[in-house]
T-cell receptor, first 113, second 113 residues
Framework: DSGVTQTPKHLITATGQRVTLRCSPR?????VYWYQQSLDQGLQFLIQ???????AKGNILERFSAQQFPDLHSELNLSSLELGDSALYFC????????????FGEGSRLTVL | QQQVKQSPQSLIVQKGGIPIINCAYE??????FPWYQQFPGKGPALLIA?????SEKKEGRFTISFNKSAKQFSLHIMDSQPGDSATYFC????????????FGTGTRLAVRP
């Protein structure tokens, strides 16, 4: 158990809808990362927050947004969903902004029909 | 320049065999090369990592070999066991910050009893 909690584990929704994925980092970790894993694809970095502030942005679509709250949990919001957004979304945390080891949650599997 | 190419896509070995997974990179600025292991239904977990000042690093049955001039690194699993069956991702970054990690596409390893 990595200590990172993600909810929901599975989510099925329709195109055009909006969903929110939630992540609670390991106790004491200030940095949260979001990654997308599609079929036959590696892990694509989406966005990073550190202690409530956005620190880095990767290949995140404009339809997607995220935030980190004062209690350090984070939410990833996906809107105007398309079929191609179906993927596993992972949250990871680390102690500092630049840390060698990421601790991943078990992921949220999103299926867009 | 940011790509990390990983091969093979899948690998089947017998128990006791030595699977080898290879990765190649282009960006000579990369200086941190971790391997992550992912079991079905779980998030990736750091297995072993190397920096380019050494050519080999061993942790238990897992060894990373690093060839800086060829811009290649590989993972060897000695005396492989069925419990090693998982997907393995190589990654690379400049610095060890998670926002800069570029992951390979993964290798699905099956170790037959």
């Amino acid at each position: 158990d990595s200590g990172v909690t993600q909810t929901p584990k599975h989510l099925i929704t329709a195109t055009g809808q909006r969903v929110t994925l939630r992540c609670s980092p390991r106790s004491g970790d200030l940095s949260v990362y979001w990654y997308q894993q599609s079929l036959d694809q590696g892990l694509q970095f989406l966005i990073q927050y550190y202690n409530g502030e956005e620190r880095a942005k990767g290949n995140i679509l404009e339809r997607f947004s995220a935030q980190q709250f004062p209690d350090l949990h984070s939410e990833l919001n996906l809107s105007s969903l398309e079929l191609g957004d179906s993927a596993l979304y992972f949250c990871a945390s680390s102690v500092m902004a630049a840390a060698g080891e990421l601790f991943f949650g078990e992921g949220s599997r999103l299926t867009v029909l | 320049q940011q790509q990390v190419k990983q091969s093979p896509q899948s690998l089947i070995v017998q128990k006791g065999g030595i699977p080898i997974i290879n990765c190649a990179y282009e960006n000579t600025a990369f200086d941190y090369f971790p391997w992550y292991q992912q079991f079905p239904g779980k998030g990736p977990a750091l297995l072993i990592a190397i920096r380019p000042d050494v050519s080999e690093k061993k942790e238990g049955r897992f060894t990373i070999s690093f060839n800086k001039s060829a811009k290649q690194f590989s993972l060897h699993i000695m005396d492989s066991q069925p419990g090693d069956s998982a997907t393995y991702f190589c990654a690379a970054s400049k610095g060890s910050s998670g926002d800069k990690l570029t992951f390979g596409t993964g290798t699905r390893l099956a170790v037959r009893p």
